[in-house]
């Protein structure tokens, strides 16, 4: 089974924590972890009711940090409609979306939950593998964050054991970069390549490669250049990296 972690970042109302805590425990779910959080007092603790346990064992870490210790990360908002015409333009998955994609796959999966007043930014939500959105009524379409966090863990709630070991955040980092070495080689058009390297990460980050999969995808990109650079000869083993080991 996957950990999953609730991720509120720089959330502003401790009462917000508090109720989160405690719809996170409603469902089975205790890693809690905020970014940046304001001063606790007497009233998150209230609000959590009995799972103060959560709160209490809630981890404070930087966003840089919860990128690299996460296999995945999902970015949630209520902001479908406005930032459904970005040029990133990511799929939206609903919960129940979500939890299909999730449910084989075994390693930390962090589901961040944005600031009260305006959400996640554009740039943390591209930084996230998967954007997750609640279908809510088009009328009054932002929820509540502890509300939102209650219905994705209602749904991600009793995850299967995962059989596929994904790749981490590092390894992903690292085959994105191999991929735009890979464009350099090729030449592709350099006014392009910023937007296909993103088009490149958005697909292979939606698709939860495991650690194999994406050592193979280096294989195949590290023999393309070999050959790129050495027409008509056959590939050399002694080349291959660390990357292509289990290929
Ligand atoms: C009050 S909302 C932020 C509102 C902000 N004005 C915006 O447009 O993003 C706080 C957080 O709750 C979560 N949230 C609210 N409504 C949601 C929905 N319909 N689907 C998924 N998450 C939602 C998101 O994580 C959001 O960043």
């Known amino acids: 089974m996957p950990q999953v972690d609730i991720v509120l970042v720089e959330p502003l109302y401790e009462g917000n924590i508090g109720f989160a805590a405690r719809v996170m425990k409603n469902f089975g779910f205790h890693n809690m972890v905020l970014v940046n959080p304001p001063k606790m007092t007497m009233e998150a603790t209230a609000r959590a009711s009995h799972a103060k346990d959560v709160l209490e064992?809630?981890?404070?870490?930087?966003?840089?940090?919860?990128?690299?210790?996460?296999?995945?990360?999902?970015?949630?908002?209520?902001?479908?409609?406005?930032?459904?015409?970005?040029?990133?333009?990511?799929?939206?998955?609903?919960?129940?979306?979500?939890?299909?994609m999730i449910k084989n796959v075994d390693?930390?999966?962090?589901?961040?939950?944005?600031?009260?007043?305006?959400?996640?930014?554009?740039?943390?939500?591209?930084?996230?593998?998967?954007?997750?959105?609640?279908?809510?009524?088009?009328?009054?379409?932002?929820?509540?964050?502890?509300?939102?966090?209650g219905v994705v863990c209602y749904e991600l709630a009793h995850l299967p054991r995962g059989e596929y070991l994904l790749a981490n955040k590092v390894e992903m980092d690292a085959l994105y970069a191999h991929f735009a070495r890979f464009l350099e080689g090729i030449?592709?058009?350099?006014?392009?390549?910023?937007?296909?390297?993103?088009?490149?990460?958005?697909?292979?980050?939606?698709?939860?490669?495991?650690?194999?999969?994406?050592?193979?995808?280096?294989?195949?990109?590290?023999?393309?250049?070999?050959?790129?650079?050495?027409?008509?000869?056959?590939?050399?083993?002694?080349s291959r990296e660390h990357w292509d080991e289990e290929e």
């Not at 393309?224 to 590939?235: I, V």
């Open 187 to 238: 030449s592709h058009p350099i006014e392009k390549r910023e937007t296909t390297l993103l088009l490149a990460k958005r697909v292979l980050g939606r698709t939860n490669l495991t650690v194999r999969e994406a050592s193979t995808i280096h294989g195949v990109l590290r023999r393309t250049e070999w050959h790129l650079k050495h027409p008509g000869m056959a590939y050399e083993e002694k």
């Open 107 to 149: 390693g930390r999966i962090s589901i961040l939950f944005g600031r009260e007043n305006w959400g996640l930014n554009n740039e943390e939500i591209a930084r996230c593998d998967i954007v997750a959105t609640i279908p809510t009524s088009a009328e009054y379409p932002v929820m509540n964050i502890s509300h939102a966090i």
């Open 57 to 100: 064992s809630a981890e404070v870490l930087t966003l840089e940090e919860v990128f690299r210790r996460s296999d995945l990360a999902v970015a949630t908002t209520g902001g479908l409609a406005k930032s459904v015409s970005h040029p990133m333009r990511m799929p939206y998955y609903s919960p129940p979306e979500l939890r299909e």
